[in-house]
């Protein structure tokens, strides 16, 4: 039991990982059911990854809720057979929903025995809260990812816009943030920066790559084999206010306004450390 509990955080991002793996590569159906599961998934395979090199387990103070809303989204599409990815078996009898809702349970669980080691200098969420501040530019990182997130899911399910492939990988990293930012923000852990800005650049970088492709047809042809046949092309334009802005710009916008903020607090957080190692 010792040694699970150990070990329990490196096995809960194996799990995250493996299982983002098998629905990226098996699940991708037309239906929200995998993509829920990869939302949930895939930002947790990578902080949980971080961390475990780290024997970070504060992380799971972050982990967890995007372990519980995941959790709760895919086991519902899962009990009420909600789309096809309901109702197709996808691995051990289960759909893509019941999967991703017992990864996700698994790795609650995991979490939930995961040894906590002694604070030290290299345990960043472990910190004292003596050492912990409001950090303005943490805040508005928090901020405008829950921004992101309800004019995502205003044009989805507002608007009714279909998301085409490049949009959900953007909501994959978005949706986390918009999670944990906030958490981050109300307990003043800078230290969290460390762990949000591989989503907030990974995320950015497929809005560039959106932007482009809306601009340039040859990227669209390009491509064509992410935007499966069928779906909703990646180059399609819902809105373009101003004769500019469309859903991928404000993506674009809302990753560099995060990434900038997160940034700036890890500066000023340091700068606040300098400063109280020399007033020593």
């Known amino acids: 039991m010792s040694n699970l509990r150990d070990n329990a955080l490196y096995l809960a991002w194996l799990l995250a990982m493996a299982a983002s793996v098998l629905l990226y590569f098996a699940g991708q159906v037309p239906d929200k059911g995998s993509w829920f599961g990869l939302i949930a998934l895939v930002p947790l395979a990578i902080i949980l990854g971080l961390a475990a090199f780290r024997g970070d387990v504060g992380v799971r103070r972050y982990a967890l809720p995007v372990v519980a809303i995941g959790a709760v989204i895919t086991l519902a599409r899962a009990l009420s057979g909600a789309g096809e990815g309901g109702r197709e078996t996808f691995v051990l009898g289960l759909s893509y929903s019941a999967f991703s809702a017992v990864a996700?349970?698994?790795?609650?669980?995991?979490?939930?025995?995961?040894?906590?080691?002694?604070?030290d200098d290299d345990a960043p969420l472990e910190e004292p809260q003596a050492q912990r501040a409001f950090s303005a530019p943490l805040a508005f990182a928090a901020a405008v990812a829950v921004i992101a997130l309800l004019g995502s899911l205003y044009f989805s399910e507002v608007r009714l816009f279909v998301p085409c492939t490049l949009c959900w990988y953007q909501r994959i990293f978005m949706y986390a943030l918009a999670v944990m930012l906030p958490i981050a923000a109300a307990r003043g852990e800078v230290a969290f920066a460390r762990y949000a800005l591989p989503l907030s650049v990974t995320g950015g970088l497929i809005a560039i790559w959106h932007v482009l492709?809306?601009?340039?047809?040859?990227?669209?042809?390009?491509?064509?084999?992410?935007?499966a046949p069928g779906g909703v092309p990646c180059d399609l334009k819902y809105v373009e206010y101003l004769g500019f802005i469309t859903i991928p710009v404000m993506s674009l916008t809302a990753f560099v306004l995060i990434t900038v903020a997160l940034l700036l607090a890890r500066r000023s957080q340091a700068r606040r450390t300098d400063l109280e190692i020399h007033a020593a």
Request: proline share 10%; with cysteine; aromatic share 0%.
């Open 213 to 227: 492709e809306e601009r340039i047809p040859a990227l669209a042809k390009l491509s064509s084999a992410v935007c």
């Open 104 to 119: 996700l349970l698994v790795i609650g669980a995991l979490l939930g025995i995961a040894t906590t080691p002694a604070p």
